[in-house]
């Protein structure tokens, strides 16, 4: 069924703790904008993959659960990120399944938007 919605929490920098839901196919982006979620500056160019403020930090072990691995596209994003991890990824570019219900993600206390560099 793929209605069935899919819950996700965004840990913010402050130690706020947002769940949100979102539908199989909804990037993480979406699920915020869907929500209307505060989150400043946050997805500035939209999830066309050139401001990189969509920046989220996962556990390795959910890093390494997404179905996806990073595009050079969204890995040279990256490199102009706010504080940068290892597990980092971009939020425009994290597609949810099912499997993915559950996710808890860190959201970096401030955004760098690449476009303005
Ligand atoms: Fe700009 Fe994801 S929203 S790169």
Request: charged share 30%; hydrophobic share 30%; net charge negative.
């Amino acid at each position: 069924n793929n209605d069935k919605l899919i819950k996700v929490t965004f840990n913010k920098a402050n130690g706020d703790k947002i769940t949100a839901e979102g539908k199989k196919g909804d990037s993480l982006l979406d699920v915020i904008i869907n929500n209307n979620l505060d989150f400043d500056g946050y997805g500035a160019c939209e999830g066309t993959l050139t401001c990189s403020t969509c920046h989220v930090i996962l556990d390795s072990k959910d890093y390494d659960a997404l179905p996806d691995k990073p595009s050079d596209e969204e890995l040279d994003m990256l490199d102009l990120a706010y504080n940068l991890t290892d597990t980092s990824r971009l939020g425009c570019q994290i597609i949810l399944e099912e499997k993915l219900d559950g996710l808890e993600v860190q959201v970096p206390a401030t955004v760098n938007d690449a476009r303005y560099n």
